[in-house]
């Protein structure tokens, strides 16, 4: 129990605070805003971390990469496959979030007044001009705007790469960048204790102005999202390991899937179910290189639960602001968003929800919205995460050694 408590007592506390917030602010009223700027000073130290959070943490990634050797077909189905599951994660996220509105958004006029939001688009702009402006900016001081969040992914990509080709000429600024790195992660984990003041202070300002609305908006997102899981891992990971294994496959799916599971639950961590979900993924018939790579990998590319996780995210600003967007922007953002950035511990993925933020055209102001979202779905997310590359697994195997891989 106590090793459970210690594995999830970040979301406990911050839990607390949403809800304590939330009585506060239906006790109070009208009288909880006043607690407003507790929650902006938050907000302000997340983004004054952001920027070169993102810069550093994607650079830090293309340095880190060691030379391997190309492990060729192996590799090419492991990202053939994780493309296609994270589509369907996608379709399911949609179909999960279309049977009801996640969150009514009441006064429109207020919300906009309060987030600082109207959804405009600028019609002078053509798709190639509209691309060409959110993966770049002509002036380089732009790219230390929050604003501009994808230029400075790209920006970081480039540079990251560039240090890796001076390869012994640049070893310093290497180890510069990564002991940047390691400074900003530090940080975050200072302002993160103060999360619970400043998200809990957030809460009641919102229960304060839009009454229960938007607290039952959060439990909707919750009870839905949960339901959610439990059908993609009863039901789609077995249609996964039917496919990859058949029958004797599907049996020795379910027989090993269970410590991964648990591991993930008490741990709500990826990167700690790794050694027990490889050895899952052995025990289950996996030959030994596509285990030891679709899991490392999956931990950071294959993440189905975090995919649905940011549909939820998304539609539930859609219904907020009442804004308009196509299911393929949403599709495509919810997929780059988590796919293609790195995953930071820090409500559920800062850098990716502010990329959701950009890429939608939402106000950076509503972070705190998708971070309490992020909090109360880690759980379910987790699982649904790690359990997805132990199935997965075995639709790799077949595509990569026949039919026969398990026999």
Known sequence: MKKIFKNYKQTIIL?????????????????????????????????????????????????????????GKVMSRIFIVFIITSVVAVVIGL?????????SSGDVKEITRLFDYSARIDTELNLLDRTVSLISVNDFSGLFSKDNIIAILVFALMFGTAIRMGKNKTKKVKELVLELNEIMLNLIKIVMYYAPI?????????????????????????????????????????????????????????????????????????????PVNIEAVKKIGVSDDIAESIVPLGTSFHKEGSVIGSVFKIMFLVHLFQADASIFKIALVAIVATLLVSAVPVGGGTISEMMILSMMGFPAAALPILTIIATIIDAPATVLNVVGDTSTSMLVARSTDGIDWNK
Do not use: H
């Open 198 to 274: 400043g998200l809990g202070a957030y809460f009641a300002a919102l229960i304060a102005t839009y009454g229960g609305e938007i607290a039952l908006g959060f439990i909707k997102t919750f009870l839905i999202y949960t339901v959610v899981s439990i059908l993609v891992y009863i039901f789609l990971y077995s249609l996964y390991a039917y496919l990859g294994g058949g029958k004797k496959g599907l049996k020795s799916y379910w027989k090993n899937v269970i410590p991964p599971t648990v591991t993930a639950l008490a741990t709500c961590s990826s990167a700690a179910s790794i």
């Open 15 to 71: 839990l607390g605070a949403i809800i304590i917030g939330g009585i506060i602010g239906f006790i109070f009223k009208e009288d909880a805003v006043v607690l407003k700027p507790f929650g902006d000073l938050f907000i302000n130290m997340m983004f004054i971390i952001i920027v070169p959070l993102i810069f550093l943490t994607i650079a830090s990634s293309i340095i880190k990469m060691e030379d391997t050797k190309r492990l």
């Open 95 to 103: 179909i999960g979030t279309s049977f009801t509105q996640l969150v």
